[in-house]
Nanobody, 124 residues
Framework: QVQLVESGGGLVQAGDSLRLSCAAS????????MGWFRQAPGKEREFVAS????????YYADSVKGRFTISRDNAKNLVYLQMNSLKPEDTAVYYC?????????????????WGQGTQVTVSS
C-alpha cells in the first residue's frame, strides 16, 4: 500500500521561506516521478513542481519558477519542496503525489497516489 505523508507547512510572513517534506512508502520510490500540487480555497488543484525518478530532471509552474526548488532523496524515500520568497498568493494546501511514470509532468491525471496535504499560509 502506497502512503505519502507531507509535513512542514505553517503560517509565515511574505518573503519568508518554508521547506515541505513528503515521506513515501509502499512503492519502489526511485522508479517514479514525484510532484507537488496545491489547492487554494475555491480554486482547482494546480501543479507546482515535479521531479523525475532519478532526480535529474525537474519541472516548475511559471508562478513558482525561481522561488521554489523540488528535490528528492531516494535513499530515504523523501521528496522536498523548498519555498523561498513566499507570497500571499502561495497560500494553499500543498499535496505531494507519486506519478505512474518516471519522467516529470504537470498532468494531474498521471499521479495516482496522494498525501493528505499540509497547509501553507502566507500573511502580507
Amino acid at each position: 500500500q502506497v502512503q505519502l505523508v507531507e509535513s512542514g507547512g505553517g503560517l509565515v510572513q511574505a518573503g519568508d521561506s518554508l521547506r515541505l517534506s513528503c515521506a513515501a512508502s509502499g512503492r519502489t520510490f526511485s522508479r517514479y516521478a514525484m510532484g507537488w500540487f496545491r489547492q487554494a480555497p475555491g480554486k482547482e488543484r494546480e501543479f507546482v513542481a515535479s521531479i523525475s525518478g532519478s532526480g535529474y530532471t525537474t519541472y516548475y509552474a511559471d508562478s513558482v519558477k525561481g522561488r521554489f526548488t523540488i528535490s528528492r532523496d531516494n535513499a530515504k524515500n523523501l521528496v522536498y519542496l523548498q519555498m523561498n520568497s513566499l507570497k500571499p498568493e502561495d497560500t494553499a494546501v500543498y499535496y505531494c503525489a507519486t506519478s505512474r511514470i518516471a519522467t516529470t509532468s504537470p498532468n494531474v491525471s498521471l499521479y495516482d497516489y496522494w498525501g493528505q496535504g499540509t497547509q501553507v499560509t502566507v500573511s502580507s
